[in-house]
């Protein structure tokens, strides 16, 4: 990951406009701050939430609250709490998606 040159920057949450993505089942609601290609998400999963796609991206994950499912196409599966990451490169043989059952909130850079 390169983050591109950017002047020191604080990010209030609250006032990040928020996108609604829906899953297979459930949705998610996305804060975004974009700079050049580097993506800052804070992430929100409905209870019963389950990807619609497998995705090639990389990330770092880090849980906030609730749990999280992450399902690789080779069917592994790792459930992760508050305070557990996930580090993941583009376009590796880790093709992943993600579920709960109890809704989650995230903190994501990629």
Do not use: N
């Not at 609250?14 to 899953?23: A, D, L, N, Q, R």
């Amino acid at each position: 990951m390169i983050i591109p040159a950017l002047p020191f920057t604080v990010t209030d949450w609250s006032k990040v406009p928020e996108t609604k993505h829906p899953g297979e089942t459930g949705h998610a609601t996305w804060r975004t701050f974009t700079v050049g290609d580097l993506r800052v998400r804070h992430v929100e999963y409905s209870p019963g939430y389950l990807a619609d796609h497998w995705c090639d991206r990389g990330h770092v994950l880090y849980v906030l609250e609730g749990e999280l499912v992450t399902e690789l196409r080779d069917g592994r599966r790792f459930r992760l709490s508050p305070g557990m990451s996930y580090q993941v490169s583009d376009h590796g043989d880790a093709s992943h998606r993600s579920s709960t059952e109890t809704g989650a909130k995230l903190f994501i850079v990629d």
